[in-house]
């Protein structure tokens, strides 16, 4: 006889039963209502991809692709991996599609999980929901920038996400960022023995990730630190002054922060992250960021991008944290026939009501 055996979700993953998948989905329909009516499109790109398509994008000695991806021997001996974020599909896409010939900007958004093998805790899981949107094309106009924060906000706004706050930073280009991250090494390895094993490490393979640190012990030295702000050529300085004043014409609050550095190697310039209250440390709930030599770097024609990606785990806890989750219809009508006889009737009322659209 076989054993007994119950199975459970792995760790990291869960299931969303009604009625929150009710909110999801409520939650979802909203993001598309809001994006379809900024001209975004749906992309639905697939859930695995190279291994490597991630490894040269998002950066092969970041957290995500040295300790996180879930990543596979197939069968022909290739390297694949579940996918840990979207926007290298939505690039490899853009490029593979010759997209660049097309009128405008391509205007993408995408819904569906995401993978990465991180420690679980509230709002952290190794399967996640994101929703994202892209902006790829020949402009890097800061007015871009700022439509897409917009977009962001109106949907937290119409989703009742309560108290968020946009963070915004430039992280400058290619010219002027390796000047300052080697002024920051500097800097860093004259402190090193004051610094944890992790921003030890940092100061080899990626000095801004020390910016990140949330050590209490690192805090009052990083606020020493030189800022970058203070080392941007005049193109990046004008870029986010322009951004900045873009914000203000939309009437949208920010906070700038020069810590705000981001976990993935493709960004340039304007980098954002918004958070939201009553989520304890995983408070993030959407982060983006310009990636205007992305496109190039996966072997396509120079382009410009932008975009962000909204943890929708973390987004519906703070909706119903924050008690702002809508009364979503129930059912409306519910038969009971008496008896034998009353029966027959009852099966066609039901039928009759729901072809009409009744629950
Ligand atoms: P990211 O900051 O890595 O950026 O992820 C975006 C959001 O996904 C985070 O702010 C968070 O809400 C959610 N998230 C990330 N990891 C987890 C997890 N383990 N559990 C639950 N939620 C999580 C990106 O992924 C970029 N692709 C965003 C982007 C799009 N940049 C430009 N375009």
Redesign the pocket.
Known sequence: MTEKRQFRAIK?TRDILPPDSALWNWFEQTARDVFESYNFREIRPPIFEETDLFARS?GADTD?VGKEMYTFQDRDDSSVSLR?????S?VRAYIEHGMHTLPGNAKLYYIGP?F?R?R?QK????Q???I???VLGQSDAPAIDAEVLEMLLVLFKRAGLALTMLHVNSIGCKECRPKYVELLRQELLEVKDKLGADSQRRIDTNPLRVLDSKLPDEQSLIETLPRIADHLCAECRQHFSELKDELNLRGIAYEENWRLV???D??TRTTF??TAEGLGS?N????????DGLVELLGGHPTK???????????ILSIQEGGQAPKLPGLAVFIAWMSAATYPAAVQIARKLRECGVS
């Open positions: 990291g998002v995500i840990p974020e979207a926007t290298a939505v995401m990465r991180e679980p709002g952290r899981y190794r996640f929901y994101q994202g949107a892209e981001r976990g993935l493709y960004y992250e918004v995983q993030a709930v959407c982060g983006g960021g310009r990636y991008g932008i975009g962000f990606a909204i943890g929708s785990d973390r987004a």
